[in-house]
Structures are given as C-alpha cells and as structure tokens.
C-alpha cells in the first residue's frame, strides 16, 4: 500500500482492519502502540519504510519489520515523548484525591514539572532536550487531528490574566460568554491554566446548565479565589464531580514553563508543551474564528501584538475580529485599543476587525457574525 505520504495508524484495531487486506504495510506511522497484542496470525504481514515511535514489540513482530524501517525507542523520562493523543484532566491528575489537596503532588502533572524544573527550564542534558521536542511535536500532531473534525472559523480563543479572580465580576462575565458560544457549536480555546482562562474552561463545561447551577458552581469556587490558594485545584474538581459536562468539549494549551500555575481540570481536551513558544502562537493560529481579550498584563499584550501582526499580513489568507472586553480596561487603564485604532488608522496596521465591548450579547453576535462570512 505504498504512498507519497505517510499513513498515520492510531490504534491496533485500525491496524488489525488493514491486516485484513493487506499483507505488505508500506509508509505507515505508528505512535506508542503495543504490537504485542496481536495474535499470532496478524503477525504474518511484513512492514517497509514504516516509522514505529515509541512502540512496544512481539519477538515474532520484530522479524516483521524491514531494514527500511525507522524505530523510535522509548526514552527514560517521567513523560511519554510518543503520547498519540491529546491529554485529559484525567491524566494529568491521575492521582488526586478531592478532600485532600497534597495529594497533587502524587499526580502526573506535578512529578513532569518536578522533572522539568530539576533538569532546568532551559534544559543543556541532550536527552532531556530531544525527549521535550519529541513530546511536544506529539502534541502538535494530536492537536492537528483534534481540530480536523472542526470548522476553522469555529474555533474561539479568549485571552486574559492568570490572576483574574473566581470572585471576580468579570469572571463570571467570561464563563457565560464561553458558555453561550460553546452552546452555539463553537470550539473554546484559551492556554489552559487560571483566571481567565479556567473561566473559558468553565463555562464550557458548564454548557447547557442553568444560570443558577452557573452562580453554584462559581460559588463553590470561591473559596479559593485565586490559584495560589491551597483549595484552588480541590474546588475546581469539586465542582467537575458535582456537574459532569456533557457532549461539549474544550481546548486547554498550558506550558509547564508556567507549571506553578496549575492546569485547569475544565479543560476536556489538554495540549500541554514544554515549549512556550510553541504554544503561545499555537494557540493564536488556532483561534481563526476570532479572539476575546479580557483584562490581563504582560502576556495578554505580547497576544495581542503577535495576534495583529498575523491580521496585518493575512497570514491565514483572512483577518479574524479581535474583540475587548471591557471598554475602561481597553481604553483606559490599558489603552491598547486607542492604540491598534490609531496605529491603523495612520495605516501602521491593516486588515484588524477590532471592537470594543462589555456588553455578551455582542461578543456573541460579533463571533457569529464572522464565522457566517465566506
């Protein structure tokens, strides 16, 4: 079954359906399978010019394979460099007890942040500085199967500060606009960790429910306010276990650069990197139906300059909106949003749909509006 391109193969039952028909398996990819659950009659066919990445073998599989395949062994690290599929809540958190809030340090998440800060954020161990590529080029590529079952201009980022309080008015405002647009068929995107961010995750958990399971549910999390608080974590899988989401998914992309923020466990589908560069413009390449910037500091601005550099030059071959929220913020105490109108105005920038708005409805009209167009 030779091809110009490789044929990834996620599991062993689309390997088995192949082996049916085929008893020569020609560029294929496998990622962290376990080949020896085949039976003995599947073990028949012969493998040429295949990559296997993190596989596991049967002594009758390894005859199989030609001289013209490329094997990726394991590397000893806490993390799985040939991970094939995005991470859940699940699996960062594996080993949390709720009720018990030191029972993080049991879980996956916090044992590969204790790794990667032992083997230094800037890792010199060679290594470790392949095992941290290869991990997160396994993530970009589960991230790209993820979103292929969207339509792009359905994808919805919003921006903000990690410090932004559960208490917070404005959180609650971000959960019921995520909320809204995840009801409407929209995918939420935010880089995964708290504040802002958990909000994006909450209120697309929470799609479907009313506004008083909504205000029960903040309220619960208010007990610890912000993410340096020791029930932060507890709360928020508190709140998961009482409300369990439904069909609707969202996309979390954190770093553990930023490990001591935690992840938020609202999050259904989680691309976690090592690299920040690769996430921070990961996510701003993802967000083509639009992003929503809710009051934030230093990160937030980087985003929205890397944002209108990629409006300005089209380089998706259209501009998505980029939409304030929060008209005193944006034009006051921040006054990016004068700025980018100025700078465009004077032909500095070209191509931004920008507006400016506290009001949810809009933001919703607006993202909808734009994802009708073409």
Known sequence: MASNHYHEIKSIDELRMMLTTHERIERCVFQDMDFSELTEECNTARYFDCMFMGCTFSKPMRIQIDRSCLIFSHISVPYNCFRNELYKAEDLYDNYAIGEPESYHACYDYKVYAHYLGM??????????????????????????????????????????????????????????????????????????????????????????????????????????????????DTAMHVRALYPTGNYKSLGVPTWLYGHEPATPFATHIAKYFENAIREDGILTIAKGGIIYSPGSAGTMQEIFQDAVQNHYLSFGYASPMIFLGTDYWADEMPVYPMLQHLAAKGKYRNLLLSLVDDEQEIVKTIKEFSREL
């Not at 359905?154 to 995520?178: E, F, N, W």
């Not at 068929?185 to 994006?200: K, N, Q």
């Open 120 to 233: 230094g954020k800037t890792a010199t161990d060679i290594k470790e500085t392949l095992a941290r590529t290869l991990h997160d080029h396994a993530m970009s590529d589960s991230l790209h199967d993820f979103l292929a079952q969207y339509d792009e201009r359905h994808v919805v980022g919003i921006m903000g500060g990690h410090g932004l309080l559960r208490t917070d008015p404005a959180y609650r405002k971000v959960v019921m606009i995520s909320k809204r647009l995840t009801e409407e068929g929209y995918l939420m995107i935010s880089g995964g960790g708290p504040g802002a961010m958990e909000a994006t995750h909450l209120g697309a958990w929470l799609a479907g429910r009313t506004a008083e399971e909504v205000d029960n549910a903040i309220s619960i999390l208010a007990v610890a306010p912000s993410y340096e608080d020791t029930l932060w974590l």
